[in-house]
């Protein structure tokens, strides 16, 4: 079985509608297919779906769901005849509504508010934005600009790169203990944008930052993603995680899941050949893929 968790549509910062998605998805022959817009955040942006918009995305979601739902029960329960010499092929589909929570504290919804009013098959929590002591200052890690990268290391972190790269693993850390979200998205992120010219990955400090974290994230049971995207848009050079931090998960048993951030429904399986092959020399036999019957195995 095949699919992918991590998609963004036109109710945030993706390019088409939901329903393109699930096409190019039935094309692939996926077997599940989640939705996992921005959540929304206090303050004007381009990327996340916008204030009073949460209920619209998840009606929408949830009424493709049942509509594929109801088309697979359809032709589960449909005996083709031989005799006519047609037979159709199944195109029936899981959708799940899942949301990817963009974490800062004491600015964002907490997410406990935000199950409460809605029912989420799964959450991605993930950090883009790096907040300082200062409320109004915010360091923004993602975009495709690296000096917008530069700019926040300056303007928020007076120029202390380690101080920022602390402040993001640190913010990682508080979203897996405080959120706690069902998925761990694009866990390094922090990577894209350096390119070794303020940290390299293999440094002490950085390494017994991220296995602070991925300690968290087993204690939490929580599931980690393996993110194409940095990859196939050219803005890192290896996955989200990459191939260190990718030995620690395998060796804590830390459960895995293949994502592509997709903002494209062209970009629904981009790099995941590669990837698993990847993550067959590391060791992992399988990764987990979510289904509305649960956490499945899916064999590399």
Known sequence: MTGNLHTHTNFSDGTAPPEAYIEEAKRLGFSVLGFSDHSPVPFPNTFAIPEGGLGGYVTAIQKLASQQSA???????????????????????????????????????????????????????????????????????????????????????????????????????????????????????????NHDRYFREDEPWYLVLA??????????????????????????????????????????????TLASDAHHPDELSLFFPETKQLLKDVGFRYTWLLTTEGWKESAL
């Open 211 to 256: 296995e602070e974290t991925l300690e968290l994230i087993r204690e939490k049971n929580a599931v980690v993603e393996v993110n194409t995207r940095g990859i196939y848009k050219q803005r890192s050079e290896s996955l989200f995680p990459g191939p260190e931090l990718l030995k620690i998960i395998h060796a804590r048993n830390i459960p895995i």
């Open 71 to 193: 088309v697979g029960s359809l032709q589960s329960s449909s005996i083709p005849d031989p005799s006519s010499g047609i037979w159709h092929l199944a195109t029936d589909i899981e959708i799940l509504l899942g949301l990817e929570y963009d974490y800062i504290p004491g600015l964002t919804t907490p997410l406990k508010k935000l199950r409460e009013d809605y029912v989420f098959d799964y959450v991605i929590g993930s950090v883009h934005l790096v907040r300082n002591h200062r409320p109004d200052l915010l360091w923004f890690i993602d975009g495709p600009q690296s000096k917008t990268y530069d700019k926040g290391i300056r303007e928020v972190f007076g120029g202390d790169s380690k101080k920022a790269i602390t402040a993001y693993w640190r913010q990682l850390q508080e979203m897996v203990i405080v959120e706690e979200p069902d998925i761990i998205g694009h866990l390094d992120k922090i990577k894209m944008h």
